[in-house]
């Protein structure tokens, strides 16, 4: 079935409340055909949501990926200096290895979900490396071996330019990035170690100082195995040749691109031109991954609408809208950007033989 056909039953369907996987054969999960392709798809996980046996059905159904949407970040883990708390990532953990999961580490470094104890930091340089050192080497010291991709810093760059100030840089210095991804580095050898951010996605001048950064890094041997471009769009505005010039270059310097927090929201109501153009858009950023020997993988950020963190994040445009940017609607049956990204993946699958 074309991918303009299936796009039109499958809205169509959702629209009426009717089942689409009630009305069409059910499709091969999309974990299969990722893992045809040689690459990941994946969901931000959130363990409150565990609860929700429809939420758990569809996770180990149709990825293979797992990234903690919150769990992993420094205000979780560590919310009083020296006492360290694994319960929820844990949790996540068990289930990606019952699920033969690979698990993406969001994130060790970043300026917000600080916890008090570094926000009132007194520390002197050489005390704040230290903490800075025992956090990441407990952190991924204990998932040595389990967790094989950590974003190691998370949004270090300004939209204006320029780093952003944060508290590891007050105590520390600009060197306190590099600094992170020496020590993951030591704490685990063989993890893959990402820098994430976003509205880096294209070439532009917020993506050419992260690419600056990242030329630096390799010139003087600084552990770093690759870029995550969150990739949090709106409908509309996902521009695939400008996308794929800057994973193109970083590829080039021998690093990885991975789609690390897609959403592709929508403020108004839904109707079908707005369900196909967010297909189209998830097409265009399955595509441009797939056309890429440097994409390796493709993460939503969530697994469902119904969880979406865009319906509490207080952004004014969305008030009294329907916001469903994900793959799944509420109730877990796969939307057209579903089907878009289906075919892409059964596409590329078919080239390779």
Known sequence: MGIRLRILIGTALLLLGTSLTAAQDTPVPLRELAEKNGIYIGAAVYTPHFGDQNYLKTLGREFNMLTPENEAKPCEIQRQLGKFDFTKFDKLVDFAEANNMKIHGHTLVWHQCVPPWLTNAKFDRDEAIKQLRAHIYTEVGRYKGRVAIWDVVNEAFNDAGGLRETPWKKLIGDDYIELAFQFAHEADPDALLFYNDYSIEETNPKSDEVYAMLQDFIARGIPINGVGFQSHFSVGTVNPRFIAEN??????????????????????????????????????????????????????????DKYTWLRNANLGFFENFTVAPLLFDDDYQPKPAYFSVHDKLEEYASKRG
């Open 247 to 304: 994973i193109q270059r970083i590829g080039e310097l021998g690093l990885q691109v991975q789609f690390t927090e897609v959403d592709v929201r929508y403020g108004g109501e839904t109707t079908p031109k707005i369900l196909e153009r967010q297909a189209s858009d998830y097409a265009k950023l399955m595509d441009t991954c797939l056309s890429s020997e440097y994409c390796t993988a493709f993460i939503t950020w969530g697994v469902g």
